[in-house]
Each structure stands twice: as C-alpha cells, then as structure tokens.
C-alpha cells in the first residue's frame, strides 16, 4: 500500500480531491495540520509529499515554516515531492529558486478563477502529464510567482504567468489547482473577498458556476497527475 504524506497549511486549503484519490486507490493519507503546530514526521517513510496552498507568501512568517522548509529541504531528491500553489513556491525556494509577487510594468497581476494552462516543449515530456492534454483547465488563485530553479524543467505556462509548473527529477511543482472541490471553491470566494477585490475583480457568480461545470474534469486531471506521481 502507497503512503503519502500531505503538509496542510490552512483549514480551508486541505486534500479534497486528494483524500477522495487516497480512498478510491487504497492509498494511506496522512495530513499534517502545520497551523496547529503538529509535529512532521519521518518523510523518509511516504512514498511521496504532497506540499498544499495557503494565503501566505513564501517570504512571509507563518506557523511551521522552518520546520517544514527543513523537512523539504531534507529530503527533496529522494522523496518524490509534489507542491500545489504556495507549495509549489515553497518547493522552487528550497531549491533556491526566487518567489515574488508578480508584477508586469509595476502592477500586481493576479489569477483567479479558471484558466487554461498549456504545456511547454519539455513539459509535453514530461512524466506528471502523462496522457493529460497539452492545454488543460485549472483553477488559478495565487498573486505570486516563482523563478525556475536551476536545473529544473519549465514544463507549463500561461499567458498572463509564465512560470506555472516545473519538474526536477521526482520534484515537481504546480502553481495552480486541480485538487479543489465546488465546495472548496465556495469556501475560498467567501473567505478571501478581500483579497479577490484588490488589483482584481473577481466574478464570484462566474467561479461559482465554473466550479460545478469543471468538477468532473478537475477530478479527472487531479486523479491522473497523482497516478503519475506515484508511478515515478
């Protein structure tokens, strides 16, 4: 049986369709809640980390940073990793990597809401999407990017974002979502109104509708990077 281990930075960012994944495909899923100070254990002994999103930024000071920096930094090479959003900023900054906020002529530039992403060259060769389309729907919800790191693969982009995934290795990171579930999308349209009105607009009825619509088809994407996850 398949043991993956899943860093948890928020209440409102957690598996979804990740936990639905370990269910359905008879994996253990071990959730450590980083928020509430709960200890990370050995990572040596998961078949793979999965790193989660969260409001804060990377340059920011947040319960459980430094321990789980460490622990990434500890054993990324050798424990496949997987990072969604602001874990895929923590991922690029372990491997040295710069993340920022992004700006285009000095204006912040943010994504939220469903956009299409679209593979690069190397990212059609890539193993993380495998039998998934070179243009694919996600769900957007950062205000910050990352520089590639050295070595690494720049495997998918936006227009309005270049830099959306990278893989080094067994390493790879996802600035977007495929993991999040209506509800969740709900949940994230109530809680960050703030956010999503400032330098941006967001159409809640829109994302609402989205979500319900692309709710099979995320599932379906979600399902099949983590089979090629576990693969590797």
């Not at 253990?28 to 998961?46: A, H, M, N, R």
């Not at 060259?121 to 769900?139: R, Y």
């Not at 495929?178 to 109530?190: F, G, Q, Y």
């Not at 967001?202 to 099979?216: F, W």
Request: some cysteine.
């Amino acid at each position: 049986m398949k043991k993956l281990l899943v860093f948890q930075h928020i209440l409102r960012e957690h598996p979804s369709n990740i936990a639905e994944y370990a269910r359905d495909r008879g994996v253990t899923l071990d959730v450590i809640g980083l928020w509430k100070s709960e200890p990370i254990p050995d990572v040596s002994l998961y078949d793979g980390l999965i790193v989660l999103g969260g409001p804060m930024g990377v340059y920011e000071e947040y319960t459980g940073k430094k321990e789980e920096l460490d622990a990434i930094r500890k054993h990324v090479g050798t424990v496949p990793m997987l990072g969604i959003c602001l874990g895929s900023q923590l991922l690029a900054h372990a491997l040295g990597a710069k993340v920022y906020p992004h700006t285009i002529d000095g204006k912040n530039i943010k994504e939220v809401g469903y956009y299409t992403i679209r593979q690069t060259p190397e990212g059609k060769n890539s193993s993380l999407f495998k039998d998934l389309p070179e243009q694919m729907k996600v769900l957007q919800w950062h205000g910050d990017t990352f520089d590639i790191p050295e070595g690494a693969i720049h495997t998918a982009m936006t227009p309005t974002c270049k830099n959306q995934a990278f893989s080094i290795g067994s390493t790879h990171g996802l600035q977007f979502h495929v993991e999040a579930t209506p509800e969740m999308v709900a949940t994230w349209v109530e809680r960050d109104s703030e956010w999503t009105h400032t330098d941006f607009d967001l159409d809640e009825e829109r994302i609402l509708r989205e979500a319900e619509e692309t709710a099979p088809l995320m599932k379906e994407h979600c399902y099949k990077i983590l089979d090629n996850f576990l693969s590797v």
